[in-house]
């Protein structure tokens, strides 16, 4: 019987498709229906109703399959690739929208509708400029072909949006100008505000003036977000006195006349020189809303300005006790202050406020107590446990915790870092580095200088985990040099050396960088695991920057206390080789006195050849440093080392002869050359007076 029904229909597909759609069972007639339409491929209207009901029931992915269907057989139908690139964008795949738009615009440029949703689509992308062509593109289209029709001013909106997004004022002016020509008197008045405002930017308050004369005269109600804009417009290119005037007639409003209003209005009043008018304005608004932060803030530094600096602490004073953050604490030592404090933007800026009018007062002490707060941030602080800095009893003399503790700090701040962004955002940088800058200064000067260490290497881990960092290279090594200072001032050492080994990284070429690490390397406990931890330091690193001269030296050096004198005179000679003609009389008495100790090894396959090349850069020392009290010194030290007293005597004789705090130590030397010579009266008589007991 079935056989016999597809016989005498010749689409017997399409026919239950159709009996099963007016059953309203969808699911099952699209399935006949595109059998039907599989047998007859080139039926355009069966794949559009396919593809509708499909939509209908949410397949969108069968409804794109037979819109390819049947973009394939007829290219030209716009609404069938208009209806599949919204489809796209409701899928999410922006990539394939863009390309349908931009097809659909080469077949069809004058597509008004296609050209505003690819500049949507490029503008979400970030790409504005991309926006910027497509719309310029269509402009240019309209006029040469379309000029007898209107022109979409949602085109025109758009495109100077953008303009302005980019500070290019005058492609904003010349866009307008091309729809005031199309529409005259009557162009839309955010068009008409739009042109003003690019003419604020330019310069020209006066024409801007003309064009917002329209506004003014127009329904204040209805286009009450225009005149916040021209407001902010005037306020943003430094005319307080224009911006004011819109203000205040905003307020004219009952929606408009509040507490932050009258803040913008106090702020163009302070910006315009009128500096009383602002302070009775800003205590208005606070009468009102007392927990205006922004008010408080910019009340406290009219206040400033004016030399009342009792006042402006009074205001910060009293806004945080009426918000109720960290009010008792601010005074007391012994409460938490952490768990008293909200760290949202406007508390922080608050006791920010506060504490750098105490700083800028000489008044450390409240300083600290305000700002050390925030610099404890718990996205930022691991702990603040005391550390064993000067080493412990019960770990025997020589051993520390303080290694074992910053390789778990840099640990757990490389976990904190991946949580959330923190301090250095909620500030702005430039603000983070000063308020880091301060607070570790301040710290140091009110006799706290452990904490300051401990606060400004947690904040310094933190940034180094951060995917982006932050801060300049200046700024970063003026904290690290910062927090090498302190750390040797209390005789931490690891901590200084940790600082100078990210200023080495960042500037390779600073010689007093590797100057100090080689002094504070020196200060530590002569066990021979530090030094080889130093000396592979610098060892690692001068293969990535070899030809750094003051990096070779400190390696030098740091070869010179383990021992190494082959390796350290190597180093000193690739310095040498690249400066013939720099004095530098370091290296000089390096190499001099490295090639007479190695002289005096009994691995030394040619001691004669040693001591004739370790004189000879004496000598150059000697003649590269003037012949100061020093340089006789080091080298009478070198004669006497080797016996040659006949040549050491009128040199520490120069020395004696000055006023050099060397002298003793000549003074000694000689006298025991006479002691040695059988002179015990010339001994004795230097000793007399030179050496004082």
């Known amino acids: 019987m079935t056989k016999k029904g597809i016989q005498k229909y010749p689409d017997p597909y399409l026919l239950i498709g159709n009996i099963y759609q007016s059953m309203k069972n969808d699911t099952v007639a699209v399935k006949f229906l595109i059998l039907a339409a599989q047998a007859d491929p080139k039926n355009v209207e069966l794949w559009k109703k396919i593809a509708l009901m499909s939509q209908k029931m949410g397949d969108l992915q069968k409804t794109l399959l037979c819109y390819d269907k049947i973009i394939r057989l007829d290219p030209n139908d716009v609404q069938v690739a208009w209806e599949r690139c919204t489809i796209f964008e409701e899928l999410g795949d922006t990539e394939k929208a863009v390309a349908g738009y931009a097809t659909i615009l080469k077949t069809h440029p004058g597509h008004n509708n296609a050209a505003k949703e690819l500049a949507k689509l490029y503008h979400m992308q970030g790409k504005p400029d991309l926006a910027i062509q497509v719309l310029e593109k269509f ?7 379309l000029s007898d029709t209107l022109l979409d001013l949602d085109i025109v909106n758009m495109l100077c949006e953008l303009y302005m997004a980019k500070s290019d004022w005058t492609g904003c002016i010349r866009v307008v100008g091309v729809a005031e020509k199309k529409y005259g008197e009557e162009l839309a008045l955010d068009l008409v505000v739009k042109f003003g405002i690019c003419q604020v930017h330019l310069g020209e308050p006066h024409e801007a003036e003309r064009c917002f004369s329209r506004l003014q005269s127009s329904d204040m109600e209805e286009y009450s977000d225009l005149f916040i804009t021209v407001a902010e ?26 507490a932050l209003v009258r803040a913008k209005e106090a702020l163009c009043l302070s910006e315009s020189g ?38 402006a602490i009074q205001v910060v004073n009293d806004h945080i006790a009426t918000k ?17 404090i909200t760290y949202d933007s406007s508390s922080i800026s608050i006791l920010l406020q506060k504490g750098y009018l105490h700083f800028e007062a000489g008044e450390y002490e409240a300083f600290v107590s305000c700002c050390l707060p925030i610099a404890l941030d718990p996205t930022i602080r691991t702990g603040q446990a005391k550390r064993n800095r000067k080493g412990d009893p019960e770990l025997g003399p020589g051993k520390r915790r303080r290694k074992k503790t910053l390789q778990q700090r840099i640990a757990e701040k490389r976990k904190s870092a991946e949580k959330k962004p923190s301090l250095e955002y909620t500030l702005g940088v430039s603000e983070y580095f000063l308020f880091l800058a301060r607070l570790g200064s301040s710290l140091d000067w009110v006799n706290r200088t452990e904490e300051a260490v401990d606060m400004l290497q947690d904040h310094l881990i ?18 690290y040099w910062l927090l090498s200072r302190l750390s040797t001032k ?27 690490f080689t002094i504070v390397s020196s200060k530590l406990q002569p066990v021979q695991s530090h030094q080889n931890q130093h000396q592979r330091f610098l060892t690692r690193f001068s293969q990535t920057h070899p030809t750094s001269k003051p990096l070779l030296l400190a390696l030098g050096h740091q070869s010179y206390s383990t021992g190494c004198l082959k390796i350290a005179i190597d180093k000193y000679l690739r310095i040498y080789s690249h400066n013939q003609y720099v004095p530098l009389p370091i290296l000089l008495l390096c190499l001099g006195v ?100």
């Open 139 to 145: 402009l240019e289209t309209y006029l040469n072909f």
């Open 233 to 258: 417009a005037y306020e943003n290119t430094n005319h307080p006195e224009l911006a004011l005037h819109y203000y205040q007639l905003l307020q004219q409003l009952p929606q408009y006349d509040t």
């Open 274 to 311: 009128q500096i009383h008018s602002a302070i009775d304005k800003y205590l208005e608004v606070l009468q009102e809303d007392p927990h205006m932060t922004q008010a408080v803030l910019h009340l406290a530094s009219l206040y400033k300005e004016i030399n009342e600096d009792a006042k």
């Open 324 to 340: 109720g953050s960290p009010t008792g604490g601010m005074g007391t030592e012994d409460s938490d202050l952490l768990s008293q």
């Open 462 to 479: 933190y940034l180094n985990n951060l995917e982006t960092y932050p801060l300049s290279i200046e700024q970063s090594v003026s904290l």
């Open 490 to 516: 209390i005789e931490d050492y690891e901590s200084s050396l940790f600082a100078l080994r990210h200023i080495g990284k960042l500037q390779p070429e600073n010689w007093v960088c590797w100057n100090e």
């Open 594 to 693: 490295g090639y007479l100790l190695l002289a005096m090894s009994r691995n030394s396959p040619d001691r004669n050849t040693c001591v004739l090349h370790g004189f000879s850069f004496m000598s150059e020392y000697f003649e590269k440093s003037y012949g100061t009290p020093e340089a006789c010194y080091n080298l009478g030290r070198a004669y006497h080392q080797l016996s040659l007293y006949h040549l050491a005597i009128p040199l520490y004789e120069k020395v004696l002869q000055s006023d050099d705090d060397i002298k003793m130590e000549a003074a000694f030397n000689l006298a025991q050359i006479y002691y040695a010579h059988s002179s015990p009266h010339l001994a004795r008589k230097v000793l007399m007076e030179h050496v004082i007991i």
